[in-house]
């Protein structure tokens, strides 16, 4: 009689726990350029009046 419920549960439970997973992946992947070095860019020049 509880069988189904439970089993349902469960199931329920495991795909949240998938979408959780991929979710911190994500957003990991998001974070990563946080650790990119800083590139040097050129000053601008002064224009000549």
Do not use: Y
């Amino acid at each position: 009689m509880m069988t189904l419920p439970f089993l349902g549960t469960v199931l329920l439970v495991d795909a949240i726990a998938q979408h959780l997973q991929a979710l911190g992946e994500t957003s990991e992947e998001l974070l990563r350029g946080d650790r990119l070095p800083t590139l040097p860019f050129p000053e601008p020049h002064p224009s000549q009046p």
